[in-house]
């Protein structure tokens, strides 16, 4: 509340400030024209005394001196005037920006306090939100953990009822997901980069309001997030959303900015002979049995060969990424050890959790984590909670490598690779259906052994073993390429569009908050029956033993939705793949169509231009030797004749340069005596005293300094100086008027000396040459007097000669070439040859065609071979 007075306070310290500079400003310019005054006062005395002295010039003086002291007060007039205006001009900017600025400022402010209480609200909301989004928040981060799989691994964990029903619309799920457009940035994999697709505001959310059916994705994932948060109200549900998709957001961007990466352990459960698999968990042959689900998109995408556990958990907050490994921890616990009451205080030993047992769970949550942990933590850290907080500062503590990354192709390999070797090494059903047949008989034929139905029987169920027991070949399985990879950038992208499809879908979530309401319609929104499935899913869900089946089954919900959002990106790149390559083949297609008469014109042209090229190149040769030997004549005539000239330019230079110095030499001459001579006018005896009467006059001047202002004491100063300039001029001038009239009375008078003037000019030529200027040698007027010159260089050619050369060019037009060279001209040259010669005869028949009678006799072409010759060259194939 101090900012006005202090406003006011700074606003009339400005005009007091004002005020007294400009009083301070008026009395300096007073001070500045007084002493103006005073130099004025004092030249113009000096100036009236030497008015006075110069009788002869009193009157021309002072007429210009008024003329002048007038001339300066209308100038003063106009400068004030100007200055004047210039001065209102100023106040009137200088009043528009303090307007502008007092404007700006109250604008600012006003924005400022604006913004202010909108950026409380939000972090009101934030805080109150934070304590709210841990659950929903490690939900969707378990989900992006495991994108590399075709399942979530909690899958193992649901009721079998579930897993069946889950089982079937896996596949129509996520394909009915993924056969949408791609919409917003989803398309654009490179973060932090400029969108094409969405580079607008526009493209920040999506607008689903003037759709009936909505994205099932935007649905999905609504609907899943409302089960899993139905603890919550309707008031507090839209916020959590909001500020979840934010926090998943910014983890992803951060992500995606990390330099370096967590290598990729793929750690198979079960398969060391020294730990066997706990046998109450299913991991171990968890992927085999789920083998029947994993489609043909399933195979073709692939992820980085980088760890997505550790890459997420390293610089997620502390907090969720506490919630994240005490919840995958105590859910391992609950699941393996079939104790839904344990909590994460309960000592796992208790719990009938020995060291054997630990490190086969070690070995789980190693594989889920893609990174091996050590197999005796619990062991040491008994409870839940210890183990968690051992797991978080452990994964604080890794750093990532900053090797580089292997290629998409190479990662892709190694994806599929791993991915088929439980399946290949495990022999099928029908071999483990074979050799429990094969049990069975031979305890019948222990039973029966003097039967020899049954040793028939014993040896045909031998053989059938033995030929299932061998391993059966799988068919070649797809493998994907550079469209199907996504690396952490798309990964990244994916996670960080969910807020795209779940902030701002305001008639979705009213949808999603009505159901199971009175009274309230979804929204006019069509509910898809995959909605119907999830609601009784979760139904089924917390009707189970476990409470923790529907955070398991909202996590397998939400890896499906975003498997199935990078099957939508994979079908974008798979038709902007079809649509640059049909778009290729379709100009290339129309260029050959419109092109190929072109094409065909083309070569024959071409063919003819190169052959013209040629003929003229073997013309050129031929032209080129004829001409060598003239050249070479030439060439050492004028040489030698600029080597001459060369000598005379130089020889020319030297004379000239040579004069010039004489010229100058005498100029300075004539003008040393001549300044010596007005300098000895000057400072004779008269001019001398004049000297000293103006040094005394000086000398009592600067006796008298420290009496005198400054002002006064410069014009004093300059004005004897000046003084004494205007004597020694007058006097000089004097003398030099004294000696010019001596010198007139001894010569002639005016009209004698004009006549020798006019009989001097006469004789200009007839003792020397006529030059230019003073300046110019001797030997060159002399050589302007010589008659002129033709080209000193080269042959010189006579009329006779030039006419021979024209007749005989005129002949050989006409005569064929005589070729002196001993090699035969080019093929090409003569198919040249043979174009210009039936140029000629075509001009000449052109001619003669005025006739129809003889232009019809005299057809060189006839049409319709022309028109089968025209139509077997330019047709185009039928496609």
């Known amino acids: 509340y101090a900012q006005k007075p202090m406003r006011e306070q700074h606003m009339s310290s400005a ?28 030249a113009r005395g000096m100036l009236d005394r030497l008015l006075v002295k110069r009788r002869l010039r009193s009157i021309v003086k002072l007429q210009a001196n008024w003329r002048r002291f007038q001339a300066q007060l209308d100038m003063k007039i106009i400068l004030y005037e100007k200055l004047e205006t210039v001065r209102k001009q100023q106040l009137e900017l200088i009043r528009g920006k303090l307007e502008g600025a007092a404007a700006l400022l109250i604008q600012r402010n006003f924005r400022r306090h604006r913004d202010y209480q909108r950026c409380v609200l939000m972090k009101r909301q934030k805080n109150e939100a934070e304590k709210r989004i841990s659950t929903m928040f490690v939900a969707l981060m378990s989900a992006a953990t495991a994108m590399r799989h075709f399942v979530h691994p909690y899958f193992r964990h649901l009721p079998k009822d579930i897993q069946e029903v889950l089982m079937q619309v896996k596949a129509s799920l996520q394909r009915t997901i993924g056969l949408v457009p791609v919409a917003g940035k989803l398309a654009n994999e490179e973060l932090g980069r400029r969108a094409l697709r969405a580079n607008g505001a526009a493209g920040l959310s999506y607008d689903q309001n003037s759709r009936e059916d909505v994205d099932l994705a935007t649905h999905m994932l609504l609907s899943v997030s409302r089960h899993l948060l139905s603890h919550m109200t309707p008031e507090n549900f839209a916020s959590t959303v909001q500020w979840t998709c934010y926090a998943v957001g910014r983890e992803a961007c951060l992500r995606s900015y990390m330099v370096g990466y967590f290598p990729q352990e793929i750690i198979p459960v079960g398969k060391d002979p020294n730990l066997p698999p706990h046998p109450g968990d299913s991991l171990s042959t968890f992927w085999e049995d789920v083998g029947t689900i994993r489609h043909h998109h ?49 000592h796992l030993k208790f719990q009938g959790l020995d060291a054997a047992a630990g490190a ?72 483990k259906g074979a050799g429990k047949s094969k049990a069975k008989s031979k305890s019948a034929a222990a039973k029966a052994a003097a039967a020899a139905a049954a040793d028939k029987e014993r040896e045909e ?6 030929l299932s027991a061998e391993p059966a070949k799988l068919p070649e399985l797809p493998v994907g390429g550079t469209l199907s990879h996504f690396n952490r950038n798309a990964v990244c992208r994916i996670l960080q569009q969910l807020g795209y499809f779940m902030v701002g879908q305001d008639r979705v979530l009213k949808a999603v908050l009505g159901e199971g309401e009175t009274g309230i319609v979804g929204g006019a929104v069509r509910q898809s029956r995959y909605i119907s499935v999830t609601d009784k899913l979760f139904e089924m869900a917390d009707r189970a033993s476990h409470d923790h089946c529907s955070f398991l089954l909202a996590v397998v919900l939400y890896h499906m939705v975003m498997r199935s959002l990078m099957l939508r990106v994979l079908y974008h790149r798979a038709a902007v793949a079809i649509q640059v390559r049909f778009r290729y ?37 031929e032209k080129i030797q004829s001409s060598y030997r003239a050249w070479t004549w030439n060439s050492r005539a004028t040489k030698l004749v600029s080597s001459t000239l060369k000598v005379q330019r130089i020889w020319h230079s030297a004379v000239h340069r040579k004069w010039l110095r004489r010229c100058h030499q005498a100029a300075a001459t004539i003008q040393r005596f001549a300044r010596g001579m007005l300098v000895r006018w000057s400072l004779d005896a008269p001019g001398r005293q004049i000297v000293r ?24 100063t300059a004005a004897i100086a000046g003084e004494a300039r205007v004597a020694l001029h007058k006097h000089r001038q004097r003398n030099i008027d004294i000696h010019r009239m001596s010198l007139f009375g001894d010569r002639q008078s005016t009209i004698a000396r004009q006549a020798e003037k006019y009989r001097r000019l006469r004789m200009r030529g007839s003792v020397q040459p006529s030059r230019l200027s003073m300046f110019e040698p001797m030997i060159f007027a002399l050589r302007r007097l010589d008659p002129p010159f033709g080209v000193r260089n080269g042959a010189l050619n006579s009329r006779v000669l030039q006419q021979v050369a024209d007749v005989r060019r005129k002949l050989v037009r006409d005569l064929p070439v005589k070729s002196l060279r001993a090699a035969p001209p080019h093929v090409c040259s003569r198919r040249g040859r043979a174009a210009l010669a039936m140029r000629r005869i075509v001009k000449k028949v052109g001619a003669s065609a005025a006739d129809p009678a003889s232009a019809n006799s005299n057809m060189l072409i006839q049409d319709d071979q022309f028109e089968l010759w025209h139509a077997a060259q330019f047709q185009v194939a039928a496609r």
């Open 15 to 42: 005009k007091i400030q004002g005020m007294f500079r400009g009083v301070q400003r008026r009395q300096l310019e007073q001070n500045w024209a007084k002493a103006a005054t005073v130099v004025q006062a004092h």
């Open 298 to 346: 399933d195979w073709l995408m692939t992820t980085s060969d980088e760890s997505l556990p550790c890459l997420f958990l390293h610089g997620m907050a502390a907090q969720h990424r506490n919630v994240y490994l005490t919840s995958q921890v105590l859910i391992t616990m609950r699941q393996a050890l079939d104790a839904p009451s344990v909590s994460t205080e309960d």
């Open 360 to 431: 086969q769970l070690m070995e789980v949550l190693g594989s889920e984590m893609d990174h091996r942990m050590p197999l005796d933590w619990p062991k040491a850290h008994g409870t839940v909670s210890a183990l968690a907080k051992q797991m978080n500062q452990h994964i604080v503590e890794l750093r990532p490598e900053s090797r580089v990354a292997p290629t998409i192709n190479e990662a892709a390999q190694k994806m599929v690779e791993k991915a088929f070797k439980p399946s290949a090494t495990k022999p099928p059903a029908k071999a």
């Open 461 to 466: 169920t031998e053989k059938a073993s033995e």
């Open 585 to 621: 083949l379709r100009s290339k297609g129309i260029k050959a169509h419109s092109i190929a008469p072109a094409i065909c014109i083309q070569r024959h042209w071409r063919g003819v231009r190169a052959a013209l090229r040629l003929m003229r190149m073997d013309d050129a040769a």
């Open 693 to 716: 009467r103006y040094q005394e006059e000086l000398r009592e001047v600067m006796r008298q300094k420290r009496q005198m202002g400054e002002s006064r004491y410069i014009a004093s």
